[in-house]
């Protein structure tokens, strides 16, 4: 088992700034990839950007590339989302995911962080 815990959540006016972090802990010689998804009112969970296990691979949705970045800390088994430019559409809960070995789709999440962006 992997449990994640993400942080950073917040209140932020238009076109400031968060980071978000996500720390694993347990069986996480078996996560190959990580992610953030987030999930808005009446919307459906979508994806935001996801990295593998080295962090030589990244990816994004494209309406957030640009302003966010994904980042990891091995030593830590941590990883970061640090969101610029935040627009009103950004605020959702965010939730992390990992990927473990084996799996094609994300089987562990975090219980999610609320970012609101007054505008």
């Known amino acids: 088992q992997v449990q994640l815990v993400e942080s950073g959540g917040g209140l932020v006016q238009t076109g400031g700034s968060l980071r978000l972090s996500c720390t694993a802990s347990?069986?996480?010689?078996?996560?190959?990839?990580m992610g953030w998804f987030r999930q808005a009112p009446g919307k459906e969970r979508e994806f935001v950007s996801g990295i593998s296990w080295s962090g030589g691979s990244t990816s994004y949705a494209d309406s957030v590339k640009g302003r966010f970045t994904i980042s990891r800390d091995n030593a830590k088994n941590t990883m970061y989302l640090q969101m610029n430019s935040l627009k009103p559409e950004d605020a959702a809960v965010y939730y992390c995911?990992?990927?473990?070995?084996?799996?094609?789709?994300?089987?562990?999440w975090g219980q999610g962080t609320q970012v609101t962006v007054s505008s």
């Open positions: 347990g069986r996480t010689s078996s996560v190959y990839r």
């Open positions: 995911a990992a990927k473990s070995v084996g799996r094609q789709v994300y089987n562990y």
